[in-house]
């Protein structure tokens, strides 16, 4: 079964003899490279574009792919490129209009709860300002951050995964977290 | 309001234990030393706190995310978009009809260029036979022509009459004393001559039976050219097979006439 192998016997065999291996690789990591990608765009439909757009960049690179560097780290350095790539294709678009951030604000769709109109109002201005927080954050510190609320990575995987020491990895999440925090305090919403 | 403290830090150099402590990764020995270091550290106590506020609104974006599906991933050069996750590892032994394919499958690049190849070939055929089709007809046509100024119709006629050969110079006066029996034809050669004015000479059949007379329409003399009975057997054959007109038929009183054959040399010659 394509199941029981490993990201790396995947790709070698997607090389050799059966391309439709790379379905096995796609079936395992579209959840999560989705959601490195929402968590790095915060939009849902650039998200989907830069993880589509991940998974193909992949397959057409899939002989450059070398055996020392793990899939998973490999795809995740494609997906932050794409979405790199995706972010200042939209700058770019919206040079003209009004700051990025704040034009992307108004375009979140913000699920509806069953919350009070009031309490709703305030989760979903809490909910801008991390975004905000999080888009101000720089790209490495951002990717942390996103692996491992959106992805549910653990630190040992983070740290396989950007091929990074773990004592790294938690000490990029402890300054990202701490960013987070004086950004939010500056503002003048309050959070109870 | 949040804490306003904003002079947390990780001087007191626990600052991975207090990651590790808020996503719950430290193992039971790390926990309890830390909740010890936590009790003497107002700082560390601090970024707990903060900290907890900061991922309680990436929890409800995560919420959000948690309610999205994930996109279809479609990747164009995969047959199968929607990728079977049960499909076994290929150990068994395939046959060397599905390697041949495989082969093809790996690189599109096959496809074309044995397609091109394929196309290149029937061209090459096409044209071969239209060739060689062509060259036989040639071949035919050449023979035929070769054949046909010694194709005679008049040796059938040459065993059916026996008259002789009269020439007619182009103004329609005979070159011999008309025959008195083939007199009475004399104004329809003349006739004739006049509605062939390109001729040189009109050729009139009283041939014997066993000699062929032709004359050469340039020089406009009379040469005779005599050819065994064999040749007249065959060219009689392929007077038969190519239906000559058959003077056979001629009732008796049309034999004794004059026949011209000028028309006949005519097609011979431009043949």
């Known amino acids: ?192 | 309001m949040l804490n306003n403290n904003n002079n947390h830090n990780s001087s007191c150099g626990f600052a991975g234990q207090v990651v590790a402590y808020l996503y719950d990764e430290a193992n039971a020995r790390e926990r309890n030393e830390f909740e010890t270091h936590l009790i003497n550290c107002p700082d560390c106590t601090d970024e707990i706190a903060g900290f907890g506020v900061v991922r309680s609104p990436i929890g409800d974006w995560r919420k959000e995310f948690s309610a999205l599906e994930t996109p279809v991933i479609e990747i164009p050069y995969l047959k199968q978009p929607n990728f079977n996750t049960n499909q076994t590892v290929s150990t068994a032994k395939r046959s060397r009809l599905a390697d041949f394919r495989s082969l093809f499958s790996l690189s599109p690049m096959w496809k074309s260029a044995s397609a091109a190849f394929a196309a290149l070939a029937v061209c090459v055929g096409i044209a071969l036979i239209v060739f060689v089709f062509s060259g036989s007809k040639e071949l035919a046509v050449n023979n035929n022509l070769q054949i046909e100024p010694t194709f005679s119709p008049s040796n059938k006629i040459e065993n059916k009459v026996s008259e002789k050969v009269e020439v007619v110079s182009p103004n329609g006066l005979p070159d011999t004393a008309p025959n008195p029996e083939t007199a009475n034809s004399q104004p329809n050669t003349s006739k004739q001559n006049t509605r062939n004015p390109q001729e040189n000479s009109v050729v009139k059949i009283a041939n014997n039976a066993s000699k062929q007379k032709t004359i050469s329409p340039k020089s406009n003399k009379l040469t005779v050219r005599n050819e065994t009975n064999t040749n007249n057997e065959t060219k009689t054959a392929n007077t038969q097979k190519r239906q000559a007109p058959k003077l056979s038929d001629l009732s008796e009183e049309e034999d004794k006439k004059s026949l011209r054959l000028a028309d006949l040399f005519e097609d011979i010659g431009t043949e």
């Open chain 1, 1 to 192: 079964m394509l199941t029981n192998l490993t990201d790396e016997q995947l790709v070698e065999m997607a090389i050799t003899e059966n391309p439709d291996a790379f379905g096995e690789i796609v079936t395992r990591w579209e959840r999560k490279i989705f959601a490195l990608c929402f968590g790095m765009l915060s939009r849902e439909d650039e998200a989907k574009d830069a993880a589509q757009e991940t998974f193909i960049s992949a397959y057409r690179n899939l002989k450059n792919f070398r055996g020392d560097a793990k899939v998973s780290s490999w795809l995740h350095r494609i997906a932050v490129n794409q979405c790199l790539t995706i972010k200042r294709r939209a700058k770019t678009r919206s040079e003209s209009f009004l700051d990025d951030e704040e034009n992307s604000e108004d375009k979140v769709f913000v699920a509806p709860s069953r919350l009070s109109p009031a309490r709703t109002t305030e989760q979903s201005e809490r909910l801008v300002l991390v975004r905000q927080a999080m888009s101000s954050l720089p790209v490495d510190l951002r990717q942390v951050v996103v692996m491992k609320e959106f992805e549910d990575m653990t630190f040992q995987q983070i740290s396989e995964t950007l091929d990074l020491p773990l004592s790294t990895v938690k000490s990029r999440l402890y300054t990202a977290l701490k960013q987070m925090r004086m950004k939010l305090e500056r503002t003048p919403l309050e959070i109870v």
